[in-house]
């Protein structure tokens, strides 16, 4: 009985320095991220503009830096939210439907109110109407970036229970990118993709655990789905739910082939890959800028939707959960810190960004529209969100006497 114990207690051990890890890999990279979108912001606003610009239209090897960028090196980003995903579901904070119940009424609110809110601003231009999606989604890195820079103004289990609506946020934004926003399909790529995914799930069900096997197949699967008309990154989700991860799968003091590649992506995806996109994307040259740009329906369609839109969805569906006792809330943690943690939700940026430039593929007017309206709602929700906290952190300890 003591041993099964001990044995117990080493998991839960485990399992929470693994999540201190993640939260601080995940708040500091949300902290280069965002030193990166502002330097875009002043390249593409300086005399170095037009080598920014031509260099992300360069060809290579048949692609544009900015294809390759968005594609590929996004892909590996992928492969990292879909190792998250699948970690949190198979032993993690979302491993049972008590601990889901919170941040997944809460994901659901944050991304349906955002979407009816674009619609509705942008439903007399059947045009614009596409990218309805766009600030549906959340920044998991910048969000958490934010909240690391309060410190011990906010309770642990708020940064926990934002982490776990993230993922799953990022769970519902991979779905939607893979049913809205897939172009014409070729079906004998498709076929490539459905035997290379078949290998892959074989592979996981006999038990073969070499990290460099799936990798390579991983590659093929990029490929042909590079080529069907499905976006290529989500090889990179496909991939990662066929990696084992099971505790059962391996030995008690080993670590899943799941958990290695995860502790390898991190630092190169938060360091370097999701920088890089924010640095290629978040360029928009403010040259001849006018009101008009700031009032277009696709700017304030986002800027609204991540704005207002997510901090209601995912306050009042939050409350909607605890009042009707199907979750329990955030341990230490005011209604006014959750109020706080809604808002930052709305900093869409590498995922609506994202979105953004799948909805409107050849369109620079829209995708200028779409880079002003994320920029705006997301710092709105960051600087409104983090006063917030500040604010409530501050009342808390007050209360304490401390």
Known sequence: MALRQDHDSKKMHRRAGALRTFLKSEAAGGVILMMAAVLAMIVANSALAPMYFSTLQAKLAGLSVLHWINDALMAIFFLLVGLEIKREFVGGELATWPKRALPGVAAAGGMILPALIYAAINMHTPATLRGWAIPAATDIAFALGVLALLGSRAPVSLKIFLAALAILDDLGAVVIIAIFYTADLS???????????????????????????????????WIFMHESGVHATLAGVVLALTIPGREDQIGEDKKSP????????????????????GFANAGVSLAGAS??????????????????GKQLGVFFFTRLALATRLAEPPAGASTVQIYGVSILCGIGFTMSLFIGLLAFPNAPDLEAAVKIGVLLGSITSGLVGAGILIAAGGSAKRSLGV
Request: glycine share 6%.
């Open 258 to 277: 799941l958990q290695e590649l995860e502790h390898l992506l991190h630092v190169p995806v938060a360091f370097f890959i999701v920088p890089i996109f």
């Open 187 to 221: 079906l004998p790529a498709l076929a490539g993709v459905a035997v290379t995914t078949a290998v892959l799930v074989a592979l996981n069900l006999t038990g073969a655990k070499r990290l460099v096997v799936y990798l390579a197949l991983g590659v093929v699967l």
């Open 291 to 308: 009101l008009s740009q700031l009032t277009h329906p696709v700017t304030l369609g986002i800027a609204a939707g991540l704005f207002v």
